[in-house]
């Protein structure tokens, strides 16, 4: 009897990524609970002028499981900025559930939504084209921030006219400026720093296709 093939390890985490109904009930969870922590928000300050809503793009806004299906059967297109590059121009994402509302949401209650990503910025028409294409609000070439200066500069950018009541994202990075760049051990460090952050202003959305975790050692158990 032939044993089982055993996917590759992108095979798992993006099988989980696009087919999993877990990530699509964690995904809704986290806009949930983004609604409610946006209403709260809201309703503390007396209305959303002056407040401001931070959200990265991919997978936190837009699913972009299948380019990752696409590159995970050519070696090295994983993650080659080509292969990126050109989704952004001609690709076709979905919305991750729940965004469409939670969006859409803020947008009604006066809060200003800032799209900050690390898309690039040579693509910034395209990636403005596809947001818009799905009908997000708040489109405009002035709130989508991309890759250029830090995402904690362009953070800092925002928060000079607008106090920012809510971020989200998928990386902790998208969070603060400590995460970019920093060992594994200290990004578990500062995570513990910032446990009170988590399900409050920082809503945290799973994607188990890349991160800064991919090259980490595992530790397997060791039976006596």
Known sequence: MTAPR?????????????????VRALQRQCYMLATL??????DQAGGGAGLAVLSDIDETILDNSAVM???MGH????????????????????????????FHLADSLGVTIFYVSDRFEENKLATIATLARLDLPQVHAAQVLLFGPPKA?????????????????????????AYAGAALEDQHRLAIDHADRFGQDWIVFPNAAHGTWMQAELRPWQPA
Do not use: C
Not at 37 to 42: F, N, Q, S
């Open 69 to 71: 299906a696409m590159a």
């Open 75 to 102: 070696e090295g297109m994983f993650q080659n900025h080509d292969t990126w590059k050109l989704w952004e121009r001609e690709g076709t994402p979905h919305l991750i559930p729940g965004a469409a509302d939670f």
């Open 153 to 177: 500069e362009r953070r800092a950018q925002v928060e000079r006219d607008h106090r920012v009541i809510l971020q989200l994202g998928d990386t902790l990075h998208d969070f603060h400026g």
């Open 6 to 22: 055993i996917p590759h390890d992108h095979a798992i985490a993006v099988r989980y990524q696009q087919a999993s109904a877990e």
């Open 37 to 42: 922590r946006l209403r709260a928000a809201v």
